[in-house]
Each structure stands twice: as C-alpha cells, then as structure tokens.
C-alpha cells in the first residue's frame, strides 16, 4: 500500500468553560487528504482544493506535522543514509474545512497527514506520540502548540487534556443524545489574533467559577445529566473578551436557549458559534434558529448540524494515482 485516502474531521475545542483543554470531534464538515508514500525523498504538497494556504511549506500545516513526524520515525527506525534518503510523502488536501473557521482546520489538515502516514509506515507510532506532531502544525497556524482540536481529531469523540508536559490525554465519555449545531460566520479570525487579545492574568473569583465548570461538565458527560451540561456550559475568563469579535453573538446565544440548546458558545477560537443539543430534532431546531439570526445580517455564513464522531480521523487504501 502506497497510498491513503484520509477523512479528517472538524473539531470544537474549548467547550466553553475549558479552554485549551477540551474538544470534540464531529461527523461533518470534513477534510479529505490524498496522502502517497514514494521513494522520492522530501515532502510535496501537490495541490491544495478550496482553499488558498500557504505555498511555503514550512507555513503549511501538514507539512510541518509531517515533517516532524518523519524526522522521529528516520530515528526511531535509525536508518542508514541511502534507506533514510528514499522515503518521502505527496500530498493532496481538498479543504472542506475552511481556514479561520474555528473549527479545527489546521488541526484537520495535521492530524490527517499524520494519522495517515503513520497507517503507511507501518504504525510505528502510538496515538499520544501521533497528537505531538500534530500539535507542531498548531504550532505553526496558531503559534501556540495547543492540543485540543488535534486531540478529538485523532482520537474521535471528546477528549480532555489534563496536561501538556507531559502530554496526558483522555477520551471523556459521550452521551448518546448530544448533538451539535455550528454557525460559521463568513469572517476570518485568526487563532494568533484571538489568543493575543486575550488576558494573561485572571482573577481567582474567575478561576473557581471555571473550574467549577469544567469539573461539573465532565460529571455531567459520564452521567448524561443534560441539565448538569447545561449549567456548565459558561465560560468567564475567555469568552467576555472573543466575544466582541463575533456579529450577534450574544443575540445567538439566547435565542438557540430559548428553542431548546444546552448551551454553547465560541468554537476555538472562533468566528464558528457552537450549540449543545439532547438529540437530533432539536439540534435542528437550534441550527434553524442560527439561521433566523443570522440571514438578516450582511454576513455570509454556513450552518451544519451534527452528531459526535466517535472515530475521528478515519482512512482508506488507494492506488497510487500516477
Ligand atoms: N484552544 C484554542 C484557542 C483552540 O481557543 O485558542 C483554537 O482552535
């Protein structure tokens, strides 16, 4: 097998209250990655569909997650010169998932090459060591080599980042009702730009009622008490401050309450605006209501209404095309 066809999802980190340290992986939209093992050393990015990204590799997401992942493997595998010169990686991204979005793109485009490599070198690597190269092509799009979109789209569902050094990432449990409604307002907000506005110091008041949050929201996921994710959907610390960035956010949020949402708020590092549902006829609803709010405003969007992805990136054989 030389080649792979790779699925990458989108992801929503943060959850609200858990900033840098939750995400979840949904069914749609998704990346999809032509990725070719060949004998020709180096990394190519030989075409790029629906989206303008960088031409300068060491720019490009996936090349640079990549990359380090090649790196680690020449010297795990400790190859001699003439073996190490004669492995190399195409690759194709059809980017369905739109850079700026907030929903994981980069983190779709690093997390596919990576899982899919992996799959072509024989899985040499474990999923942990999988979600620090990974983590390297955040490093490059956000500046910061945050976890919590590469994560869920590595490990599929939802998942908690209880440390960074050393990386500890466990999959939470996912209640079988939840459903997801997103809007992406049409704007670009650049995760450097969203995380440089941010504050460095919070208040400790700020900090309990955070944590606060985040612990109940993870009891609320194992006992699939809605009412419990409900509550604990609230962010303080960050959401006060992005918020501003996003047309009608505040407007949204209410009116996808009233119909029936859990609650949500921004997704990463936004423009996207997520929603939690209890089943699919109300996450409906919710994504309707996004609608309503949003088609009088002279602001394109997109809405998407889906399920949890227990899978995450997913993968399959191919010819080599040429
Ligand atoms: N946790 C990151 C942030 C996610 O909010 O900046 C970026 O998608």
């Given at each position: 097998m030389n080649g792979i066809k790779i699925f990458s999802p989108a992801t929503v980190a943060n959850?609200?209250?858990?900033?840098d340290v939750i995400g979840l992986a949904l069914d749609l939209p998704k990346d999809e990655i032509f990725l070719y093992k060949s004998n020709n050393p180096g990394i190519r990015i030989k075409k790029i569909h629906g989206s303008s990204l960088p031409n300068d590799p060491k720019k490009n997401v996936a090349f640079v997650a990549l990359q380090f992942l090649l790196k680690q493997y020449k010297k795990k595998q400790k190859f001699d010169k003439e073996k190490e010169e004669k492995i190399g990686f195409d690759i194709e991204l059809i980017k369905n998932i739109h850079p700026?979005?907030?929903?994981g793109s980069s983190a779709a485009s690093a997390a596919g090459v990576v899982y899919g490599a992996n799959i072509l070198l024989?899985?040499?690597?474990?999923t942990m060591q999988l979600i620090r190269f990974a983590m390297e092509g955040e490093r490059v799009a956000s500046g910061t080599a945050h976890a919590d979109n590469v994560a869920p789209a590595i490990m599929g569902g939802l998942t908690l980042i209880?440390?960074?050094?050393p990386l500890d990432i466990t999959k939470l449990h996912t209640p079988d009702k939840l459903w997801v409604s997103i809007l992406h307002p049409q704007i670009v907000v650049r995760t450097s730009d969203a995380r440089e506005i941010l504050k460095q110091k919070i208040l400790m008041t700020d900090a309990i009622r955070q944590w606060g949050n985040i612990g109940a929201l993870v009891a609320g996921l194992y006992r699939e008490d809605y009412e419990l994710i409900s509550r604990s959907l609230?962010?303080?610390?960050v959401e006060p401050i992005?918020?501003?960035?996003?047309?009608?956010f505040h407007e949204l949020k209410i009116r996808c309450k009233e119909i029936g949402a859990l609650g949500g708020g921004i997704s990463?590092?936004?423009p996207s605006v997520f929603m939690l549902s209890k089943g699919n006829d109300t996450a409906k609803k919710v994504t309707e209501v996004m609608n309503q709010v949003y088609s009088p405003l002279q602001v394109d969007y997109k809405t998407y209404t889906s399920p949890i992805s227990q899978q995450g990136v997913k993968c399959k054989c191919i010819q080599k095309l040429n």
């Open positions: 959850l609200a209250c858990g900033f700026g979005s907030g929903i024989g899985k040499p690597f474990n209880r440390s960074y050094q609230e962010d303080v610390i992005r918020s501003m960035l996003i047309p009608a990463g590092s936004g």
